[in-house]
């Protein structure tokens, strides 16, 4: 869509005072350049790519104990750049730079009252953690996991590991056995840090008794440290090595801390693909890569101040958490959630937003989605007038969900569609405060990434459907798979389509005049009927227009040499799926899409399957209507609804 629908433009003033203007003035003082817009500062920024991350290294004022003598040694070598070479820094030191009484996090509990803790607390808890956690033997390299719900403890025991130079990774306490198995198996931690369980929807969730399963294979882990949450005085006797939060932490007063020094390549997170085609790849992360890219989004494409008040609707084992976590860098207040976005109602995050003043909000399209399917208009019951920015990512956001953002949330505000990804730990394409927002399209490409639609000749493509690729090395590329010595699954993953070309498997387009990105959904779950690819976001938005329908997804299924699309769908209450029903389904999608993407069976059902993070998960759903194996179903939120896709009588014929 090359003309889509302007929905909001910056005013002057708020462009002018932005970082990003600040930002480019320093770049044309310092190199002589007369940047005025912001496709300039983005073309500069990948021509130039050692040039603008020294120039953001200064303007973010990283702390480092030695300098870099180079920041890149070969942007075009992917994977194998070296980045920041002969700095020594800490992750955690840069994001603790900040020792005051200003407010560090804002954390409320599902049904809880808040707690808050500033910034001069939060030094000291990480000091103590720390401390706890030298004691217990961790040391540079070791791995510390966390199966944590999103609350304060979680970023004092990351800040404390990273501060020691170990290694952290976090899971969501709603996973499985298998699935934290899965991941943490892989990894072999030294120390276990959980809670004892968690709140969702009204209920308490026990945590200990899983921990108890997960431990028997994890042989390696020596000690488990809980967080009293769910109870007051959780017992620990069920749980090898257990030791609860406070009396880890008991011997040891806060003291300044010793932040370990590092290379900027060494590990700091590891982080894990979803996991829903097989075992998850465990990705490893750095402390200098995920510094600057992070900083670099919070800063300049967030502008983000001190005086913000940041938020992410999250788990721990989203990378949305990482994310949100490095904004203490920047100095915002973070806020912190732990339950159900619906409970008691669709109003639970906006009451919250009001009554700690939000200014930016994030969340996932699913969410938004649920707001507009539920009627709820947050902007007419609530305050909301210090919100200046919703990010959404998770899956492409509609162009209704666009529209419904602007009417029934806030009207005066930037709606920032997001993409990335965990293997980068941060966004290819976002929202910036020099560019319009446009319905359907994420503002532009990030700073400093190299971002393109690819045509299948490797070729950049605009106005037409293409992969998502970098054609140019990152700070936050993984510095290498964990347990992957010859690189043979890094590479696998996405340098074998266009060698030497990240290619990140989404499918999108670029628009030639505004430079804005729409994203259609995940490459390898495109439809291809008649050779011809198809994303399968088109189809979702234009299934927007059928109230009857509440949720569908639609597959490829293999059939007579060919691929045909199915569609599953899920009703809205009193709707019946009926020669009417299919009619009008087929009819919108070829009149909003194309014949091509009419599919040639539509199959109701009960549920849509959900990865534990809301995505949309299309190609579990083709596994089981081709009888392939669903092979991590744990890292699924809704696994058993499987079940309503097989031997389906509907697809024999």
């Known amino acids: 869509m090359q003309n889509p629908k302007p929905l909001w433009r910056p005013s002057e003033v708020f462009t002018r005072n932005s970082n990003m203007v600040r930002f480019m003035n320093e770049a044309n003082q310092r190199y002589n350049l007369s940047l005025s817009d912001y496709h300039q500062l983005w073309q500069w920024s990948v021509d130039h790519i050692p040039q603008f991350w020294e120039l953001f290294w200064k303007f973010a004022g990283i702390i480092a104990s030695k300098p870099y003598h180079t920041v890149v040694d070969d942007p075009l070598r992917m994977p194998g750049a070296k980045w920041f070479i002969g700095a020594e820094l800490n992750f955690a030191e840069n994001l603790l730079r900040y020792r005051d009484d200003r407010t560090a996090l804002i954390f409320q509990g599902e049904g809880q009252p808040l707690k808050t803790l500033t910034y001069k607390g939060l030094y000291e808890e990480v000091s103590r953690m720390a401390q706890a956690l030298a004691a217990a033997g961790v040391t540079r390299g070791d791995r510390v996991a966390g199966f944590m719900p999103n609350m304060p403890q979680t970023i004092v025991a990351m800040l404390a590991a990273a501060s020691l130079g170990a290694i952290w990774s976090s899971s969501s306490p709603d996973f499985g056995i298998k699935g934290v198995l899965d991941r943490f198996g892989q990894i072999e931690p030294k120390v276990l840090v959980t809670a004892d369980g968690y709140f969702y929807n009204g209920k308490a969730f026990d945590s200990l008794e899983r921990v108890g399963g997960i431990l028997k294979q994890l042989p390696k882990v020596e000690k488990v440290v809980v967080v009293g949450y769910t109870r007051n005085a959780p017992d620990l006797s069920t749980v090898p090595n257990a030791v609860s939060w406070e009396a880890f932490l008991a011997p040891f007063a806060p003291k300044p801390v010793d932040f370990v020094q590092v290379p900027a390549e060494h590990p700091l997170y590891i982080m894990y693909s979803s996991g829903t085609t097989g075992k ?8 200098g890569g995920i510094l600057l890219n992070q900083l670099k989004e919070h800063l300049l494409h967030c502008d983000l101040r001190r005086d913000d008040v940041l938020f992410y ?6 990378m949305m958490w990482n994310w949100l976590t490095c904004g203490l860098a920047g100095g915002a207040t973070l806020v912190l959630y732990d339950g159900s976005p619906f409970h008691p109602g669709p109003e639970v995050l906006w009451k919250l937003a009001e009554q700690v003043g939000m200014t930016i909000f994030g ?9 507009d399917e539920a009627g ?43 993409s990335g990804g965990t293997d980068l730990n941060g966004c290819f394409a976002l929202g910036n405060p020099m560019l319009p927002v446009h319905a359907g399209e994420l503002q532009g490409p990030a700073l400093g990434l190299d971002v393109h639609a690819y045509s299948d000749a490797g070729q950049p493509v605009y106005d037409q459907t293409g992969e998502l690729v ?3 090395a ?13 690189g043979e699954r890094y590479r696998n993953a996405y340098f074998t389509k266009f060698p030497g070309v990240w290619t990140h498997g989404d499918f999108i387009s670029v628009n030639s005049r505004t430079r804005g990105i729409t994203i259609y959904g995940r490459s390898d779950a495109t439809l291809n009927p008649g050779g011809v690819r198809i994303g399968t976001a ?33 009703l809205a209450k009193g709707a019946t799926l009926d020669d009417n029903l299919t009619k009008k389904i087929k009819q919108t999608i070829r009149e909003a899409c194309s014949p091509r993407h009419v599919p040639a069976k539509v199959i109701q059902v ?9 995505k949309k998960v299309e190609l579990a759903v083709r596994n089981v209507i081709h009888g392939d194996p669903v092979t991590n179903k744990d890292a699924l939120a809704n696994p058993n609804c499987l079940k309503q896709y097989e031997d389906r009588e509907e697809l024999n014929h």
Request: charged content about 20%.
């Open 280 to 287: 998850p790849k465990c990705m490893v992360q750095s402390h």
């Open 313 to 318: 609707f999250t788990t721990c084992g989203w």
């Open 363 to 371: 969340t996932s399209a699913r969410y938004i989605t649920a707001l």
């Open 376 to 418: 709820f208009e947050p902007g007419k019951q609530y305050n909301l007038e210090k919100l200046r920015m919703i990010c959404s990512t998770g899956s492409p956001l509609s162009v209704s969900g666009f529209e419904y953002a602007y009417r029934a949330i806030k009207a005066d505000m930037q709606l920032a569609s997001i």
């Open 470 to 472: 970098c054609a140019k």
């Open 474 to 486: 990152f700070p936050s590329m993984p510095v290498y798979f964990w347990n992957d010595p010859d």
């Open 538 to 570: 088109d189809i979702y938005t234009a299934l927007e227009n059928v109230p009857e329908v509440a949720d569908s997804v639609v597959v490829g299924q293999k059939w007579q040499d060919d691929v045909r699309v199915v569609l599953f769908v899920t």
């Open 606 to 614: 009960q549920e849509i399957p959900y990865t534990i993070n809301m």
